[in-house]
């Protein structure tokens, strides 16, 4: 039997030249092999993150700006994609914070659901804020007839809200998303804004392990629809009037939420006495409590609630008041308050010593 013949140089050289072409391919046939080949579904290289960063960060266009100073000095708006969660507990001011954020981009084009009210109450509430009106005598003129009034919130409606959507059904994840679509058609420009009020109502179970759900679809639905999300949720029970945290809302959500917005008034906070509560009567607390968006700047600010319009805007000087009923006159300052209280109370300190004895011998 003969002995295989040893290979000499040019030949090995041609069999590596021969299966390299096989592996690979040349010519049309090479073209066609790398046409058909599957597109990567998970692999995303970092480098694809560097337009989208500085786009957020030239175009502050993009970003849903609440239109209150500290707020956005902040937080630096709500982006795309992005998910933020308003907490507080009941009556203390979550829904009237958006409705402000909604008046101070009055022609943006926002998609409003809310099954907790409806679009007439949203109407009422916003035409409040914009054009100062008391909601009850809003709603005693149209009880009345006023033409006046009817015109006026047809002009609040069609002038100073023209692409607002509000949205009064309860609808589940997969029709919110068609009722986006709906709305950037009929709009032909993406959604600026969408805001929820609130997620317990989302169908669904209301317990834990439902708001759990409810949470992390809604975080899916932030990242899949690319749009700012604000979202109103339950805070835990326990004393009102006082800051909770980031931990402070009902079955949890801070894990999921780029940012947490917390709400309370102090005027509900049963450990201050009756003139400290007084003095809270027109202000509203909000504090960002948690801020994923370096460098996270977190803090509370004090802000100026109209008890008629519920409009909210910066504390100025002299909003803190306390009421008088000494005949002086209706409200006065804290500190001058303070100043009388404690002037009658070393008056009537005086009063009552004993008069002065002379001094006499005893005997």
């Not at 308003?86 to 099954?115: D, E, Y």
């Not at 509560?277 to 607390?285: G, K, P």
């Not at 303070?338 to 002065?356: I, T, W």
Request: glycine residues 8%.
């Amino acid at each position: 039997m003969a002995l295989p013949r040893l290979l000499d140089d040019d030949s090995i050289d041609a069999a590596i030249e021969a299966a390299q072409t096989t592996s690979h391919g040349t010519g049309a046939g090479a073209e066609e092999e790398s046409a058909s080949a599957p597109e990567w579904r998970f692999v995303r290289h970092l480098n694809s993150a560097v337009d989208p960063l500085v786009d957020a960060l030239q175009n502050t266009e993009g970003r849903l700006m609440w239109g209150i100073r500290d707020l956005d000095l902040m937080m630096r708006g709500v982006g795309n994609g992005d998910l933020c969660f308003v907490t507080g507990r009941a009556h203390s001011g979550k829904t009237q914070l958006v409705m402000q954020a909604i008046c101070n981009n009055a022609h943006g084009r926002f998609i409003l659901f809310t099954p907790d009210e409806m679009a007439e109450l949203v109407l009422m509430k916003l035409a409040a804020i914009m054009r100062g009106l008391n909601p009850e005598h809003v709603e005693q003129a149209i009880k009345a007839g006023d033409s006046d009034m009817i015109e006026l919130l047809r002009t609040v409606a069609a002038d100073d809200f023209p692409n607002l959507v509000v949205i009064d059904d309860g609808l589940d994840f997969n029709d919110m998303r068609k009722a986006v679509m709906e709305c950037e058609a009929y709009w032909e420009a993406p959604t600026q804004g969408i805001f929820i009020d609130y997620l317990e109502l989302i169908p669904g179970d209301a317990d834990h392990d439902g708001v759990t759900w409810k949470v992390q679809e809604l975080k899916r639905f932030a990242k899949g629809t690319k749009r700012p999300v604000i979202c109103l949720h339950q805070g835990k029970r326990g004393e009102r009037g006082q800051a909770k945290g980031m931990d402070g809302m009902r079955y949890g959500g801070e894990n999921e939420a780029t940012y947490v917005v917390e709400v309370f008034r102090k005027c509900q906070d049963e450990t201050l006495d009756a003139y400290e509560r007084e003095a809270e009567q027109n202000s509203i607390t909000v504090g960002v409590v948690k801020n994923k968006r370096p460098p996270s700047k977190t803090g509370y600010v004090d802000l100026h609630i109209a008890s008629e319009t519920g409009a909210i805007r910066p504390m100025q000087e002299g909003d803190r008041f306390v009421r008088i009923d000494d005949g002086a006159g209706p409200t006065a300052s804290r500190a001058e308050h303070n100043a009388a209280a404690l002037q009658a109370l070393k008056d009537e300190v005086a009063a009552s010593q004993p008069a002065e004895v002379p001094d006499r011998p005893m005997f």
